[in-house]
């Protein structure tokens, strides 16, 4: 074993797909990528970490609602640039080309081109530790994008793509809480 520095063992535990979230503050839509994301238990309910450095905490709350995007590999470009840009100067979805699609539930729109959406609305903000609690109002996956991998921040500039799929469900079936 090596020693690492303890300030860069956060990059030990990757987190989360990196994931796009949309807002509308009432006038216009934004985007942001998020690197640190993670399910609450067996339920719809997500966290992010993010806080007032980022243009669209503003929305998240003032209206209470968001839209987690989950883009692919193939957008790593457009994900990149979405989180070194503001939106305070920047139509993020026109400058990377994105398609905004309306919600059924919540006004920040889906993002068409990603693998999935996710409808949410804010339930917590834990100021101490700059974490949004989010509960999932409604979910759409696209089952003709034939890119399916995800991408995972390192957290130093480098990411992780998910490979292929390793199915225990036989295996798990007995340990795995019902209706899940």
């Given at each position: 074993?090596?020693?690492?520095?303890?300030?860069r063992?956060?990059?030990?535990?990757?987190?989360?797909?990196?994931?796009?979230v949309?807002?509308?503050?009432?006038?216009?839509?934004?985007?942001m990528?998020?690197?640190w994301?993670?399910?609450?238990?067996?339920t719809?309910?997500?966290?992010?970490?993010?806080?007032?450095?980022?243009?669209?905490?503003?929305?998240?709350r003032?209206?209470?609602?968001?839209?987690?995007?989950?883009?692919?590999?193939?957008?790593?470009?457009?994900?990149?640039?979405?989180?070194?840009?503001?939106?305070?100067?920047t139509?993020?979805?026109?400058?990377?080309?994105?398609?905004?699609?309306?919600?059924?539930?919540?006004?920040?729109?889906?993002?068409?081109?990603c693998?999935?959406?996710?409808?949410?609305?804010?339930?917590?903000?834990?100021?101490?530790?700059?974490?949004?609690?989010?509960?999932?109002?409604?979910?759409?996956?696209?089952?003709?994008?034939?890119?399916?991998?995800?991408?995972h921040?390192?957290?130093?500039?480098?990411?992780?793509?998910?490979?292929?799929?390793?199915?225990?469900?036989?295996?798990?079936?007995?340990?795995?809480?019902?209706?899940?």
């Amino acid at each position: 074993m090596r020693r690492l520095k303890l300030g860069r063992a956060f990059t030990l535990m990757e987190s989360g797909p990196v994931v796009l979230v949309t807002t509308h503050d009432g006038q216009r839509n934004n985007i942001m990528t998020i690197s640190w994301t993670m399910v609450v238990d067996f339920t719809p309910l997500f966290a992010i970490t993010t806080g007032a450095w980022n243009f669209s905490y503003a929305a998240l709350r003032k209206t209470r609602e968001c839209v987690i995007a989950i883009p692919t590999v193939d957008m790593i470009d457009k994900v990149v640039g979405i989180g070194t840009c503001s939106g305070a100067n920047t139509d993020k979805f026109a400058q990377f080309r994105l398609t905004p699609l309306p919600g059924k539930t919540v006004r920040a729109p889906l993002i068409k081109e990603c693998l999935a959406n996710i409808e949410c609305k804010v339930i917590a903000i834990v100021k101490k530790h700059n974490i949004v609690v989010l509960e999932g109002v409604a979910a759409y996956t696209d089952p003709m994008r034939k890119e399916k991998r995800t991408l995972h921040a390192v957290g130093d500039g480098t990411f992780i793509v998910d490979g292929r799929k390793l199915d225990r469900k036989k295996m798990m079936a007995a340990k795995i809480p019902a209706g899940i």
